[in-house]
Each structure stands twice: as structure tokens, then as C-alpha cells.
Nanobody, 121 residues
């Protein structure tokens, strides 16, 4: 079994900061790309940022310059540092990872349970 567990969400005032983390555990051989997504009430889930196993990053235009994605491959953990938060950043944030469980296995897509981020104006 593989599990992704997010933590770090909460309530913050506009202009504040939060740091999310996502830890992968279980039977893992390797983790390929990882990413953060978010879903606001009444809206579709959208990409926030992704990071490859080698550290190449990609960001949604709406968070560029404010959010930083990173990962610690030794700990199978990914982070999202969120600065200058805005009310429109309010959403449930989900982590995603492409995980290979055995040396000759296939990559499967895993999702965390989500963590709520609320930014007050």
C-alpha cells in the first residue's frame, strides 16, 4: 500500500504564509513527478505546481513568484511554501505523485486526502 499524507493547511490572513508538506509512505521503489493541485468550492481542480524527480519545476501563472515547490527525495516528501497569500488562494490543496512500487513495476498515480487552506481578507 502507498499513502500520501498532506499537512500544514489552516487559516491565515491575506499577505500571510503557509507551508504544506506531503509525505509518501508504504511500498515505494521510486517517485517520479509530484505536484500540488487545489480545488475551490464550485470550481474544478486545478494545477498549482509540479516538480520532477530531478527538481525541474512548473507553476500556474496565478502563483508564480509567490509559491515555491520543493522535494526531499530521501524523505519521499514534497513541500509547498506559500507566501503573499490571497483570498482567492482559498481551496483544498491536494498532493499528487507518480509512484513506482517495484523495480520492474509500472508508475501509478496517487493522491492525498487534501488539506484546507483558508485565506481571510
Amino acid at each position: 500500500q502507498v499513502q500520501l499524507v498532506e499537512c500544514g493547511g489552516g487559516l491565515v490572513q491575506a499577505g500571510g504564509s503557509l507551508r504544506l508538506s506531503c509525505a509518501a509512505s508504504g511500498s515505494i521503489f521510486s517517485i517520479n513527478a509530484m505536484g500540488w493541485y487545489r480545488q475551490a468550492p464550485g470550481k474544478q481542480r486545478e494545477l498549482v505546481a509540479t516538480i520532477t524527480s530531478s527538481g525541474r519545476t512548473n507553476y500556474a501563472d496565478s502563483v508564480k513568484g509567490r509559491f515555491t515547490i520543493s522535494r526531499d527525495n530521501a524523505k519521499n516528501t514534497m513541500y509547498l511554501q506559500m507566501n503573499s497569500l490571497k483570498p482567492e488562494d482559498t481551496a483544498v490543496y491536494y498532493c499528487n505523485a507518480g509512484i513506482v512500487r517495484t523495480q520492474r513495476g509500472y508508475e501509478y498515480d496517487y493522491w492525498g486526502q487534501g488539506t484546507q487552506v483558508t485565506v481571510s481578507s
